[in-house]
């Protein structure tokens, strides 16, 4: 038995590691709620009723509830007003099976006044869409403008490969969905129509932040 408590322990640190590989949120759960259960064998025969068991077992549920949830939301079709607004107004993806590949890449987060987004010279800085609230732009310790719902953070730096060229900071709390760089890379490659209309998106915010700026200047 000590054996087999042994292979069960040894498995479930190789899952865990390999729920890092992945991009899909999905997959992430899924490879994680492996890695709980097999973990639950290893410390059952293991230590019995240990800390170590309670611990997996906590892992293991909450996994396998935000898994169930990600099922369900997929199955049934329901967004947020927060995601509709984003698929069919601002990235114009009208197709379900595409806005469900992009919604596995996004987490979704309130962040308070004072909040930093983004620091200048960052790099890989976070790609950011913005649903509801401010910030203001900082360069160089000097304020030049600022932005707010509709608009995405960190798209230059994800087309450019540079470092975060300002500071972002929160100045009206904030709806925000926070997505994965890489893995949206990925999907664009692999679904091309998907990348067209994200950097459509990204251009229309880019363009307004230039008109903003230019404004500012005057």
């Known amino acids: 038995m000590e054996s087999i408590g042994s292979l069960l322990g040894w498995?479930?640190?190789?899952?865990?590691?390999?729920?890092?590989?992945?991009?899909?949120?999905?997959?992430?759960r899924l490879v994680a709620l492996a890695?709980?259960?097999l973990a639950i064998g290893h410390f059952a025969l293991a230590d019995g009723l240990g800390v170590g068991l309670a611990m997996a077992l906590v892992f293991t549920i909450i996994n396998g509830v935000r898994l169930y949830a990600l099922y369900r939301r997929a199955r049934s079709g329901v967004m947020t007003a927060e995601e509709r607004d984003l698929f069919e107004y601002v990235m114009k993806i009208e197709e379900p099976a595409q806005q469900n590949r992009l919604r596995d890449l996004m987490v979704w987060e309130d962040m308070p006044v004072g909040s930093q987004l983004i620091r200048q010279g960052q790099s890989d800085p976070p790609l950011i869409y913005i649903a509801s609230g401010r910030a203001e732009i900082e360069r160089d310790l000097a304020i030049v403008s600022e932005c707010g719902a509709g608009e995405f953070l960190g798209e230059m730096s994800h087309v450019s490969g540079d470092k975060a060229s300002a500071t972002v900071t929160v100045t009206q709390d904030m709806r925000l969905a926070r997505l994965d760089r890489d893995a949206l890379g990925q999907l664009a490659q692999s679904l091309p129509e998907i990348g067209k209309a994200v950097d459509r998106a990204f251009n229309r915010s880019l363009a307004v932040k230039v008109l903003r700026m230019n404004q500012s200047i005057r």
């Open 11 to 28: 498995l479930a640190g190789v899952a865990i590691v390999g729920a890092i590989i992945p991009h899909q949120v999905r997959m992430i």
């Open 35 to 37: 890695a709980g259960l």
